[in-house]
């Protein structure tokens, strides 16, 4: 009858389904000798220990040793993390803010649906501005007639040109005299 | 966890350096659907459309295709009773915010701004701001030919824009 008990507590063992209650009475069976022979099978159950040992004083350093290795970065690499850190940061921001800002309803809307219509008010708009940028740049018309060289000018610009010589030959009949005296002075 | 606070702040930054809207954008989102203003806007997407239509004219047809927007805000006269005025409210703005002044037109119905945006020696942007009580805002984005603009009234000749051309390269 012990026997079969045992071998059913075995059985759920081996199967995985024990209790911890379970176990410990199973292990007691197989404590004694007598009992032990009977499964030989399950010799090694004496084997098994139930309590943990207390871990040695350098467990943890060797256990960090195994599984954490730290990279050190040099500053170079430390930056170009950083930086990449930001930039998407930034990226994720820049793009919800876009994103927003086209969905917002409020958001200007084209004023024609026609492009024929569309056309003809950009012509009309374009035509607006043009005619007031020309009468802004009406004046420089008479700067362009300034720069037009007196010979071009008629009458006035053949008087003009005389004029110019003649001061041209006083200034040099001037400079005439000047060198004179100065040598006369030597 | 400093630095996870300093990367925040300098993402942060970042984003709202980003997302500084320009003042010409606030204008419109500030009065755009408002009771007593006009608005027109014609997109990127638009202009795609109306470099496919042919038209007889060339010179219009290649400054179309160079436009990317175009936007429109005008106050009804009529509704300005608080006697806002676009150019006070955007020019000191503008002037901050890398826009130089092209020209100023002063005639006796009010003044006429216009003002430029260069992106890399190009002008990116173009805003005509129209004072008094009727006062507008055109702002024309894209890669902008102002002596093509310019010429479209055919009021002047080219000779007179040369100075124009100096501004666009």
């Known amino acids: 009858m012990e026997q079969e008990k045992i071998k059913e507590l075995l059985d759920k063992f081996y199967e995985g389904t024990t209790s911890e209650e379970e176990e410990a009475r199973l292990k007691e069976y197989l404590a004694d000798p007598a009992v032990a022979s009977l499964f030989p099978e399950a010799e090694y159950m004496a084997a098994v220990r139930t309590a943990v040992p207390e871990p040695s004083a350098d467990f943890i350093n060797k256990l960090e040793a195994v599984t954490h290795r730290e990279k050190k970065m040099t500053s170079r690499e430390e930056m170009m993390r950083y930086s990449m850190t930001i930039a998407a940061t930034a990226v994720i921001l820049i793009g919800t803010y876009l994103l927003f800002d086209y969905l917002r309803p409020d958001r200007m809307r084209d004023t024609f649906s026609d492009p024929e219509i569309a056309m003809a008010e950009v012509r009309n708009i374009l035509t607006t501005v043009s005619q007031n940028m020309n009468t802004g740049t009406e004046p420089l018309g008479s700067i362009r007639v300034m720069s037009i060289t007196p010979e071009a000018m008629g009458e006035f610009g053949k008087l003009n040109s005389a004029v110019g010589k003649n001061l041209d030959k006083l200034r040099y009949l001037n400079g005439l005299n000047t060198t004179t005296k100065t040598t006369n002075n030597k | ?169």
Not at chain 2, 12 to 32: G, W
Not at chain 2, 47 to 68: G, M, P, W
Not at chain 2, 70 to 86: E, M, Q, T, W, Y
């Open chain 2, 1 to 169: 966890m400093k630095k996870l606070v300093l990367i925040i702040i300098v993402s942060a930054l970042s984003l709202s350096a980003f997302c500084q809207k320009s003042p010409v954008d606030e204008l419109f989102e500030r009065y755009d659907g408002k009771d007593g203003f006009t608005s027109v806007y014609i997109s990127s997407k638009m202009f795609s459309l109306l470099a496919r239509i042919d038209t007889e004219d060339a010179e219009f047809q290649n400054l179309v295709t160079r436009i990317k927007s175009i936007r429109i805000l005008s106050i009804d006269s009529a509704k300005n009773v608080s006697g806002l005025n676009f150019s006070n409210e955007l020019l000191p703005k503008l002037n901050r915010t890398g826009f130089e002044e092209l020209m100023t037109v002063r005639e006796e119905s009010g003044e006429v701004r216009f003002m430029i945006r260069e992106v890399g020696g190009r002008i990116a942007e173009l805003v005509m701001v129209t004072g008094g009580r009727g006062s507008s805002v055109v702002s024309i984005r894209g890669d902008l030919d102002l002596k093509t603009i310019a010429s479209l009234s055919g009021s002047m000749g080219i000779e007179e824009l040369e100075g124009l051309e100096k501004v666009e390269k």
